[in-house]
């Protein structure tokens, strides 16, 4: 007897109707035909650099991966780079900051994100400062 085949339709919650496309790169795509037309473009939309990984960081990159850095570190970062991130911001801006204090992310838009899930609560008013830059045109 064939095994017969049961299609289920996959149920999204209902936020998801709500998610709109990374805007920052519409417009980067929008620079870029400028900028093939001929045009002089200053890049701020999507926060890159415009300039290639220097060299000696590819190869530590390289070095780090051959000798086995290949696995999942601590979630917060590891510990080596949040002593000395917390010794740079203690000794640069003049805030005592130690080393539990400290978390590597991504990039701003996480942190900004897991910031607003931890203190603004369903139904409660928040601000954005301007100038901004949301994700979404929405």
């Given at each position: 007897m064939a095994a017969q085949s049961v299609r289920h339709e996959l149920?999204?919650?209902?936020?998801?109707?709500?998610?709109?496309?990374?805007?920052?790169?519409e417009v980067l795509n929008k620079a870029k035909a400028l900028e093939r037309q001929g045009k002089s473009i200053i890049h701020l939309e999507i926060g890159?650099?415009?300039?290639?990984?220097?060299?000696?960081?590819?190869?530590a990159g390289v070095d780090a991966l051959r000798?086995?850095?290949t696995h999942y570190g601590p979630s917060a970062g590891l510990p080596e780079l949040r002593e000395t991130i917390a010794e740079y911001v203690s000794r640069t801006r003049?805030?005592?900051?130690?080393?539990?204090?400290v978390v590597v992310v991504p990039g701003g838009k996480p942190?900004?994100?897991f910031t607003m899930l931890a203190l603004i609560d369903e139904g409660m008013r928040s601000s954005i400062p301007i100038p901004a830059f949301p994700s979404t045109s929405r």
């Open positions: 149920l999204l919650a209902g936020r998801m109707a709500r998610l709109g496309t990374e805007t920052a790169f890159e650099p415009d300039f290639d990984t220097p060299g000696n960081v590819v190869e000798k086995g850095w003049g805030v005592k900051v130690s080393p539990d204090e942190i900004m994100f």
